[in-house]
């Protein structure tokens, strides 16, 4: 996976909304701490699952909370995980969201989503997911126009963060 890379060649190492799109998770944080130096930081993104509004075809998985803090404690000792949340403006786009989303859901009564490979779900996800988007900003134009970075912030992981932020030190 960074088999070009060699072993204590980084004091950091990004990977930002990644993992969840790695099919073999475990051999990505085994090769990120291979690279880091001794004392080194992975610094990491990903999606929470349970905050996740439909599945999505790009990802190989998403994870809950226990199962995120399972996979990071079998890689790293020393590591912290934080969710990423939002304010009231993310909220409430997150909320309208969510109700795009059913709207667009109730007519998969075969609940095909959850049923069909990923690789088949892939344009039509991007196809809806685009038409999704703009309705937002037709509804609610002045939240969705509006959202900032700081309209994010970092908190306990719990079952609402919208994504996970974790920090992990090769010992």
């Known amino acids: 996976m960074l088999s070009g890379i060699p072993s204590h060649s980084f004091d950091t190492v990004i990977c930002f909304q990644v993992i969840e799109h790695i099919r073999k998770d475990h051999l990505l ?5 291979r690279v880091l130096k001794p004392g080194g930081a992975l610094l990491m993104t990903t999606p929470n699952k349970s905050m996740s509004l439909s599945r ?4 190989v998985r998403e994870y809950l909370p226990n199962e995120m803090e399972t996979l990071i404690r079998s890689h790293f000792s020393t590591y912290t995980i934080q969710g990423v949340s939002g304010n009231e403006n993310m909220m409430a786009y997150y909320e309208e969201n969510k109700k795009s989303v059913a709207a667009f859901a109730r007519y998969d009564i075969l609940n095909l989503q959850y049923r069909m490979p990923a690789f088949l779900l892939r344009a039509p996800y991007t196809l809806l997911n685009n038409i999704n988007r703009l309705f937002l900003l037709q509804k609610i134009a002045t ?10 912030f970092l908190s306990e992981e719990n079952a609402d963060c919208l994504d996970y932020f ?3 030190l090769k010992e």
């Open 29 to 33: 944080l085994e090769e990120i701490k």
């Open 143 to 152: 939240v969705t126009a509006n959202l900032t970075h700081r309209d994010f």
């Open 56 to 59: 999505n075809p790009f990802h």
């Open 166 to 168: 974790v920090t992990a």
